[in-house]
Every structure is written in C-alpha cells, then in structure tokens.
C-alpha cells in the first residue's frame, strides 16, 4: 500500500504535466492510441522472458516510439489525417497485443497487462517510475519556454529556430516513457487516464501553463490516492479505482470550477 | 545608391508546380518603404513567403544582402546573433497560424520576438525586460500585459503581433495584409509604428489592398498580376492604365 501511494506520487509528477501539454496541442487522443501501442510491445516482451520488469519496458518503449513516429509520419506524408491515423495504428497493436498475450499466458496475465497491478509493485517499479518521473519532470522544465512556444505557434518556431523537431519529438518521447511508466502501475488501458484527466480538470480551474502543470500535477495525485483507498477499503481493482475517481474530479471540476461551462 | 538588399532574378514561385508568380525581376534598397500590390490572387502572399524563405523558387532566385549593418547608428539595434549568417526577417503572416485559445498572456505572447537574441534557455536581460515592456506600451496594449490572447479583440491581437514585430529587431520586416478585418483606430497606430521603423532605417515590404493606403503611406509601389506589372514610385505605378493593365491580365490568365 504504501508502494502504491509512492507510485501514484511519482505518476502524477510525471505524467500529469505532460497531459497538460498534451491538452493544449489537441494531441489527448494520439496519447490514448499510443498508450495501447505499448501492449504489443510488451507482449512480444513477455512471451520471450515472461513479467519480467525491463524487457517489458523496453519493449513498450519501442513500440511507442515506433507508433508515435509511423503514425504521425503517415499522417504528415499522405492524404490520411493524424486522428485517423492514430485511430489505426492503435486498433492494429491493441488486437496484436491481445492476441499475443492469449497465445501464451492465461487469462490473469492478461488482465495484468491491460489494467496493472499498482497494489503488485515490487521495488525495482517502483525506482523505474520514480525515474521515469524525475526525467520528465527535469526535461519539462529544461524546456518549457521552447514547448510552450511550440505549442503555442509551431510556424513562428520553425522561423525563428532548429528547436521545432526537437521540441516534437522530445515531447512525444516524454509521452511514451510516462506511459510506459503508467503500465506498470494502472495497465495499457489505464495508463492515459492519469495522462489525461488531470490536465483536463485543472483547465477548469485555471489559465497560464506553469498554474496548468502544478493543478494538474496536485490533482493527479489527490485523485489517484482517493482511488487507491477506494480500492483499498471497497476490494475495488486498483487502476479502474484510480482512474474513476480522477473522472470524479474531472466531473466535478467541470459544475465547480471557474472555466467550466456553468460558472463561466 | 546602395547595394540592394535584396534582388529578384527572374524568380517563379508557386506551389505544386502550379506558378502564381512568374519571372519576376527587381531589386530593393536598404531602407525601401515598398507596397506589394496587384488584385486578388496575383501571388503577393507567394511573393512574400518566397522572400522569407517559406518556399523555395521553383526556378530563379531571390538573393538576401547581408542586411545588419544597414540600420542607421541611431536605431537601438544590436546585431542579434553574430554567428547567423542570414538576415533576420520578421514576417508578419497573412493569417495567425497559431491556436488563439492557447492560454499565453500578451506578455509572454510579444517576448517570442526576443528568441533569436536569447533562446529556450537563457534568462532575460534587465534591458530586454524593459525592451518588452516599452514594446508593448508602443503598440497601445499597455496594462493589458497579463490578459490572455483568447481575449483580445482582432485588432488588439494584431497589436500584440506587432510587438513580436518589434521585438525581433530585424533589418527587414515584411508584412502580409496587415489590415485585414482590422478597425480603423489600430490601422492608424500600426501605420504610424511602420513609419517609426522605416525611419530607424528597416526596410519594410507590405502585401496590401488598400491602394488609398499605399498611396498615402508607402513612397514605393510594385503592382503585380502573376508577372510584374509595374515597379518604383508609387504615383508612377498605381495609374488607372497599369492598374487596369494588370486587371485584365488576370481575367486573361483565370481560366
């Protein structure tokens, strides 16, 4: 229990502040298709050697990687949008990865890997996660006025500056080791939840990006241990737990919050 | 005169091989106060994105001066960055080409201009901080620094892309319909700031289709229908018979 609040600490450091960023390029859907890009990758990890903690992260790295690059690649080079291509690549590695998984392991390996075991973590996840965070938190604030101007306008960047590639696909890079990060602990369809619902309910709170990052980053980690003693007390699965309550804060951000769509 | 800054030698410009400025020759002088204009769809934008250096001639070339050394001692400019060969242009795009909703002030939105003198990584100067202030004072959005660009008006945000103007201190600035859909209040003040820059020695090219405009501001008009049509002293250029001229030749090359 305590590894699990350690956990759902270094989640929130890490993976909130990239949603925010996520939210303001409109991408929060490339993180949901990315994030299930990550279980082919880990499965073809865990039928060569099992659960075993690096391989897995290694292989879901690569396939994250890999997908964020074909699928914005395919989307920058022909006639197919970037939704859409995301749309495909994430239908084609989720069946892959569901497949490769059954072919192999059972039923409860499964369901490890698509919704974690956060209650599970052993002390060397919970150093890789708490690395994944410090590396995203270093890299956000190394390079927060070049990914703020990024976001804010690309085509002024690109004139101005060699940074833009830079900028694009360090940030994607940062996406994919936070969702790495993430399945461990919540699982490949849980993972985009702590990405994403943060950094939408904090919008509804506040404006500038550094207020956007630390609400995020502070309700990400209220709402993951609110999940975490639900799931505790009630014999609730961790990651769904999790992720509910984080929606719960969202909903509630939504009737609350100053920039919602009653209070505006 | 000087060494042009800048030299059109037979350029085409165009996208998927479809031209929509042909052959175009010419030069500018350091210091030109110069009006790109022609009717619709005469290829001033391409024209202007081609001098910029978003796209490529597709045949000829347009040759950048070495500008820096241009301004006149007078002007606060300082060479922004030694090791870059280029010309530094600040371009003014026809269209925002940014997510106005995105949650920036206009503060942080004007300090953008000062990229090229400091980078992702380095702290503002004292000087610089006051450079900003001013330049937003300038523009007439002083007091509104901390409000978010999704909150300004159309002409408000032309003001605040005026201050980045200011900020990137270049030698050349270019500007594409800088009016557009803009009250008359805002075209004035921006006017007046493009005369204060032509003074300090930029040179300023501005696409634009107001001709009652031109004729009052700029001292030099180039008259465009996907050729040239006609090029130097505005009076001289913007006739009824050059301006017909190139009227008709877009009838002729619409089709």
Same mark, same amino acid.
């Given at each position: 229990?305590?590894?699990?609040?350690?956990?759902?600490?270094?989640?929130?450091?890490?993976?909130?502040?990239?949603?925010?960023?996520?939210?303001?390029?409109?991408?929060?859907?490339?993180?949901?298709?990315?994030?299930?890009?990550?279980?082919?990758?880990?499965?073809?990890?865990?039928?060569?050697?099992?659960?075993?903690?690096?391989?897995?992260?290694?292989?879901?790295?690569?396939?994250?990687?890999?997908?964020?690059?074909?699928?914005?690649?395919?989307?920058?080079?022909?006639?197919?949008?970037?939704?859409?291509?995301?749309?495909?690549?994430?239908?084609?590695?989720?069946?892959?990865?569901?497949?490769?998984?059954?072919?192999?392991?059972?039923?409860?390996?499964?369901?490890?890997?698509?919704?974690?075991?956060?209650?599970?973590?052993?002390?060397?996840?919970?150093?890789?996660?708490?690395?994944?965070?410090?590396?995203?938190?270093?890299?956000?604030?190394?390079?927060?006025?070049?990914?703020?101007?990024?976001?804010?306008?690309?085509?002024?960047?690109?004139?101005?500056?060699?940074?833009?590639?830079?900028?694009?696909?360090?940030?994607?890079?940062?996406?994919?080791?936070?969702?790495?990060?993430?399945?461990?602990?919540?699982?490949?369809?849980?993972?985009?939840?702590?990405?994403?619902?943060?950094?939408?309910?904090?919008?509804?709170?506040?404006?500038?990006?550094?207020?956007?990052?630390?609400?995020?980053?502070?309700?990400?980690?209220?709402?993951?241990?609110?999940?975490?003693?639900?799931?505790?007390?009630?014999?609730?699965?961790?990651?769904?737990?999790?992720?509910?309550?984080?929606?719960?804060?969202?909903?509630?951000?939504?009737?609350?919050?100053?920039?919602?769509?009653?209070?505006? | 005169?000087?060494?042009?800054?800048?030299?059109?030698?037979?350029?085409?410009?165009?996208?998927?091989?479809?031209?929509?400025?042909?052959?175009?020759?010419g030069?500018?002088?350091?210091?030109?106060?110069?009006?790109?204009?022609?009717?619709?769809?005469? /290829?001033?934008?391409? +024209?202007? %994105?081609?001098?910029? *250096? &978003? #796209? $490529?001639?597709?045949?000829?070339?347009?040759?950048?001066?070495?500008?820096?050394?241009?301004?006149?001692?007078?002007?606060?400019?300082?060479?922004?960055?030694?090791?870059?060969?280029?010309?530094?242009?600040?371009?003014?795009?026809?269209?925002?080409?940014?997510?106005?909703?995105?949650?920036?002030?206009?503060?942080?939105?004007?300090?953008?201009?000062?990229?090229?003198?400091?980078?992702?990584?380095?702290?503002?100067?004292?000087?610089?901080?006051?450079?900003?202030?001013?330049?937003?004072?300038?523009? /007439?959005?002083?007091? +509104?620094? %901390?409000?978010?660009? *999704? &909150? #300004? $008006?159309?002409?408000?945000?032309?003001?605040?892309?005026?201050?980045?103007?200011?900020?990137?201190?270049?030698?050349?600035?270019?500007?594409?319909?800088?009016?557009?859909?803009?009250?008359?209040?805002?075209?004035?003040?921006?006017?007046?700031?493009?005369?204060?820059?032509?003074?300090?020695?930029?040179?300023?090219?501005?696409?634009?289709?107001?001709?009652?405009?031109?004729?009052?501001?700029?001292?030099r008009a180039l008259l465009?229908?996907?050729?040239l049509?006609a090029d130097g002293?505005?009076?001289?250029v913007?006739?009824?018979?050059?301006?017909?001229?190139?009227? &008709?030749?877009?009838?002729?090359?619409?089709?």
């Open positions: 229990m305590r590894r699990a609040l350690a956990a759902c600490l270094a989640l929130s450091l890490g993976a909130a502040p990239v949603g925010v960023f996520l939210m303001l390029r409109r991408m929060s859907l490339a993180a949901d298709a990315i994030s299930h890009a990550i279980l082919p990758g880990a499965a073809v990890a865990y039928l060569a050697s099992g659960l075993s903690l690096s391989t897995m992260t290694f292989g879901g790295m690569v396939a994250g990687i890999a997908v964020a690059l074909l699928a914005g690649g395919v989307a920058r080079h022909s006639v197919i949008r970037e939704d859409t291509s995301f749309a495909a690549f994430y239908l084609i590695s989720l069946s892959a990865g569901v497949v490769l998984i059954s072919a192999r392991g059972g039923n409860v390996d499964l369901l490890h890997v698509l919704f974690g075991s956060v209650l599970a973590l052993d002390d060397a996840a919970l150093i890789l996660l708490a690395a994944f965070a410090t590396i995203s938190v270093a890299a956000l604030a190394l390079g927060l006025r070049l990914l703020v101007f990024e976001c804010c306008d690309p085509a002024y960047l690109a004139r101005v500056s060699r940074l833009g590639p830079l900028a694009h696909y360090g940030f994607m890079t940062l996406v994919v080791v936070n969702l790495v990060g993430g399945f461990h602990a919540l699982g490949t369809l849980m993972a985009v939840g702590v990405v994403i619902l943060p950094a939408a309910s904090a919008r509804f709170w506040v404006d500038s990006v550094p207020s956007l990052l630390v609400a995020a980053a502070a309700l990400a980690f209220a709402g993951s241990t609110g999940g975490l003693l639900l799931s505790f007390y009630f014999g609730l699965p961790a990651g769904p737990a999790i992720v509910l309550t984080l929606g719960a804060v969202y909903l509630f951000s939504m009737l609350v919050g100053p920039r919602g769509p009653i209070f505006r | 005169m000087r060494a042009p800054l800048l030299v059109f030698d037979a350029v085409t410009l165009g996208y998927d091989r479809r031209p929509a400025v042909v052959r175009l020759s030069e500018v002088a350091p210091g030109s106060l110069l009006a790109v204009v022609g009717p619709n769809g005469t /290829g001033k934008s391409t +024209l202007l %994105k081609g001098i910029v *250096g &978003e #796209l $490529s001639p597709m045949d000829g070339e347009i040759r950048l001066v070495d500008a820096r050394n241009s301004l006149t001692p007078s002007s606060p400019s300082t060479p922004s960055n030694p090791s870059d060969p280029a010309t530094p242009i600040a371009y003014l795009s026809q269209t925002p080409g940014f997510d106005v909703d995105f949650p920036i002030s206009v503060h942080d939105f004007a300090a953008m201009g000062l990229w090229r003198e400091f980078g992702a990584f380095r702290a503002f100067s004292r000087a610089a901080k006051e450079r900003l202030a001013e330049a937003i004072v300038t523009v /007439g959005l002083g007091g +509104l620094e %901390k409000r978010l660009i *999704g &909150e #300004l $008006s159309g002409g408000q945000l032309q003001r605040a892309r005026f201050a980045r103007l200011i900020l990137e201190d270049a030698p050349l600035i270019v500007l594409d319909e800088p009016y557009n859909a803009i009250d008359e209040a805002t075209i004035a003040d921006l006017a007046a700031l493009v005369r204060r820059w032509n003074a300090e020695g930029r040179t300023v090219i501005s696409a634009l289709h107001n001709l009652a405009h031109v004729r009052k501001e700029y001292p465009l229908a996907r050729e049509v002293p505005t009076e001289a913007l006739t009824e018979e050059k301006l017909a001229l190139a009227r &008709e030749r877009m009838r002729v090359g619409a089709c």
